[in-house]
């Protein structure tokens, strides 16, 4: 009696086997490999492995399609000459191609719920610290605002009413002491000012503008940079225009990986002349998505709005919509000062 898989069908079968080990780098060449096996119509465990794989590992859903197909017509094979069993053929080929398929593509989208879950937990942690930032530079600038508007008004006063009396005063030691006071005011003023400073300023440890590029190389997006950074940097720029040039940066590439996988981002950083001082001028525009549209996911709803109110605090303008190509762009110009560092 002939056995029913022979030499030959068991060294293809073995060939297949092998060729399994590089299916997660070249799915479709080792589908292609498996497919001969089919039509011996056993050892199918191969072939509905490569198949899967291939249902896994490609993005777009026709080629996952197309692939399919080809294996369904390739199981398919052995039954045609069979004319009593061609239905049972075809319900045993369609079962064994919709089961390897159905499973890659739950296994695919399991993987990329995984990792926009991810994203968007690391954007949710980047919206809360910038909540955070923005709350404390809040009260910061209250304070300073209540010394300014209180203590130094009620200083000065002391000063000027100090300064009249040692102009004024007939007895020496009273001069005296009026002057002292005035002196010891006019150095208050001059520390309260410089106090109120460092209260509306931002933390000294806030990015620069020259932790752009390490932000572009690390956030594995196809980016590009156009800016002149040495000649950008050699402004004094606030570090509270320099952070909030960061900030935007670092925001547009966070929805740019949410909401258009593979596009291509391109980042310009530049001068603009805004009425009595030089502004800084930040655009980030990426292009469509490449791939299929990725599951919908819920969206913190604070970046935009965080960035928006970031730039109007300090005095600039902020834009973000669709562009003419079909991409985003978010455009911020933030006022600074020109002068040589």
Same mark, same amino acid.
């Given at each position: 009696?002939?056995?029913?898989?022979g030499?030959?069908?068991?060294a293809?079968?073995?060939?297949?086997?092998?060729a399994?080990?590089?299916?997660?780098r070249?799915?479709?060449?080792?589908?292609?490999?498996?497919?001969?096996?089919?039509?011996?119509g056993?050892?199918l465990l191969a072939?509905?492995t490569?198949?899967?794989?291939t249902?896994r590992?490609?993005?777009?859903?026709?080629?996952v399609?197309?692939?399919?197909?080809?294996?369904f017509?390739?199981?398919?094979?052995?039954?045609l000459?069979l004319?009593?069993?061609?239905?049972y053929?075809?319900v045993?080929?369609?079962?064994?191609?919709?089961g390897?398929?159905?499973m890659?593509r739950?296994?695919?989208?399991?993987?990329?719920l995984?990792r926009h879950?991810g994203e968007?937990?690391r954007?949710?942690?980047r919206e809360?610290e910038l909540?955070?930032?923005?709350a404390?530079?809040t009260?910061?600038?209250?304070?300073?605002?209540?010394?300014?508007d209180?203590v130094?008004?009620?200083?000065?006063l002391?000063?000027?009413q100090?300064g009249a009396?040692?102009r004024t005063s007939p007895?020496p030691?009273s001069r005296?002491t009026?002057?002292v006071?005035?002196?010891?005011?006019? !150095? /208050?003023l001059r520390e %309260?000012r410089?106090?109120?400073?460092v209260?509306? @300023?931002?933390?000294? #440890?806030? +990015?620069? $503008? !020259? /932790?752009l590029p390490? %932000?572009?190389?690390?956030?594995a997006l196809?980016? @590009?940079l156009?800016? #002149?950074? +040495?000649? $950008? !940097?050699?402004?004094?720029?606030?570090?509270?225009?320099e952070e909030?040039?960061?900030?935007?940066v670092q925001?547009s590439?966070?929805?740019a990986r949410?909401?258009a996988?593979?596009a291509?981002?391109?980042?310009s950083?530049?001068?603009?002349?805004l009425?009595?001082?030089?502004?800084l001028?930040?655009?980030?525009?990426?292009t469509p998505?490449?791939s299929?549209?990725?599951?919908?996911l819920?969206?913190g709803?604070?970046?935009?709005?965080?960035?928006?109110?970031?730039?109007?605090?300090l005095?600039g303008?902020?834009?973000?919509g669709?562009?003419e190509?079909g991409?985003?762009?978010?455009?911020?110009?933030?006022?600074g000062?020109?002068?040589?560092r």
């Amino acid at each position: 009696m002939r056995p029913l898989v022979g030499p030959a069908e068991t060294a293809l079968y073995a060939a297949t086997v092998a060729a399994l080990f590089l299916r997660r780098r070249w799915p479709l060449p080792v589908l292609a490999a498996a497919l001969p096996v089919t039509f011996t119509g056993h050892l199918l465990l191969a072939p509905m492995t490569a198949l899967y794989e291939t249902a896994r590992s490609l993005p777009r859903r026709r080629t996952v399609a197309g692939c399919a197909a080809v294996f369904f017509l390739a199981a398919l094979g052995p039954w045609l000459p069979l004319s009593d069993g061609i239905l049972y053929g075809a319900v045993s080929s369609a079962l064994m191609t919709a089961g390897p398929t159905a499973m890659g593509r739950l296994s695919r989208a399991r993987r990329e719920l995984a990792r926009h879950i991810g994203e968007l937990s690391r954007a949710h942690r980047r919206e809360a610290e910038l909540i955070a930032e923005r709350a404390a530079l809040t009260e910061r600038t209250r304070l300073a605002r209540e010394m300014h508007d209180v203590v130094s008004y009620r200083v000065s006063l002391l000063t000027v009413q100090a300064g009249a009396l040692e102009r004024t005063s007939p007895d020496p030691r009273s001069r005296e002491t009026a002057g002292v006071i005035r002196e010891l005011g006019a !150095t /208050a003023l001059r520390e %309260l000012r410089d106090l109120v400073g460092v209260l509306r @300023t931002a933390p000294s #440890d806030t +990015p620069r $503008l !020259t /932790a752009l590029p390490a %932000l572009l190389s690390t956030s594995a997006l196809d980016t @590009t940079l156009h800016a #002149d950074l +040495p000649a $950008l !940097t050699s402004v004094k720029w606030p570090p509270a225009v320099e952070e909030a040039a960061y900030r935007t940066v670092q925001e547009s590439l966070t929805n740019a990986r949410k909401h258009a996988p593979g596009a291509r981002i391109t980042v310009s950083l530049s001068t603009a002349e805004l009425p009595g001082r030089t502004g800084l001028s930040v655009t980030v525009h990426n292009t469509p998505s490449p791939s299929a549209p990725s599951p919908s996911l819920p969206s913190g709803g604070h970046g935009l709005t965080g960035l928006r109110e970031r730039t109007e605090s300090l005095g600039g303008t902020f834009t973000a919509g669709p562009a003419e190509d079909g991409g985003f762009t978010v455009r911020a110009v933030l006022p600074g000062e020109a002068s040589a560092r």
